[in-house]
């Protein structure tokens, strides 16, 4: 079955620290890959995106992600993070080989302290 | 330009009714999916409607169902309401059913007592 993890549960930072959230998906053919951000009582946002070319991608914000292929991996980072990044950040995975749907992770809370 | 829309904001139900969700995708968008986020979760894949037909369903009972107007609008409807489907329903809309970004709507928080 298709899968998506995402390594942390809950992470605390305080501001100016760098953040790099985990995630990893089950799938051997051509995936698009996504990470998205629930800020509290707000709707899904999306952060950035990757479909093909350059694995470095770089979104919203100042954060950016790596995709690996050979590790199944999709980390999202950002050098230095804000306060008002406190949100939930959710990876997300469309294969392209298993139909139009997107799978989710469960989700990295993310609290950032002032 | 509108982005996507969803009412009810918030639900409340008894366990065996019925509830009926509403989605209105964004402008030019033609691709109507809905998910199941229950609570500290991430979202859940329940079906897609392209072309107002059921193109693909995730693993959710039969109770579920929808539906997809001329205008790409959608209704998610809940049959037999179960404690369990207490959750924030998300509609998505995206172009012409392909793997493009999805846009998300503020939800519809249902609740189930």
């Known amino acids: 079955a298709q899968s998506v993890s995402q390594h942390n549960h809950h992470v605390i930072l305080s501001e100016a620290a760098s953040l790099e959230l985990g995630c990893n998906y089950s799938?051997?053919?051509?995936?698009?890959l996504f990470w998205y951000v629930q800020y509290p009582g707000q709707h899904l946002q999306l952060l950035l995106k990757y479909f093909s070319g350059d694995p470095l991608v770089k979104g919203i914000k100042g954060f950016e992600a790596e995709f690996i292929k050979s590790k199944f991996s999709f980390n999202l980072r950002k050098p230095s993070v804000q306060w008002s990044d406190t949100a939930e950040y959710f990876c997300a995975v469309n294969a392209r080989n298993y139909g139009q749907n997107f799978v989710f992770g469960p989700g990295t809370r993310l609290s950032v302290l002032p | 330009d509108a982005g996507v829309t969803q009412s009810p904001t918030h639900l409340i139900k008894t366990r065996g009714q019925q509830v009926t969700l509403r989605c209105s995708p964004k402008?030019?968008?033609?691709?109507v999916s809905w998910y199941q986020q229950a609570l500290g979760q991430g979202p859940q894949f329940i079906f897609q409607?392209?072309?107002?037909?059921?193109?693909q369903r995730g693993n959710f009972p039969d109770r579920f169902s929808g539906h997809q107007f001329p205008n790409y609008s959608s209704e998610l409807n809940v049959n037999a309401l179960l404690l369990g489907d207490s959750a924030l329903y998300l509609c998505a809309s995206s172009l012409q059913g392909a793997t493009d970004t999805q846009y998300f709507g503020p939800g519809t928080r249902l609740t189930v007592l």
């Open positions: 799938y051997g053919g051509t995936v698009n």
């Open positions: 402008s030019g968008h033609d691709t």
């Open positions: 409607y392209y072309e107002e037909e059921e193109r």
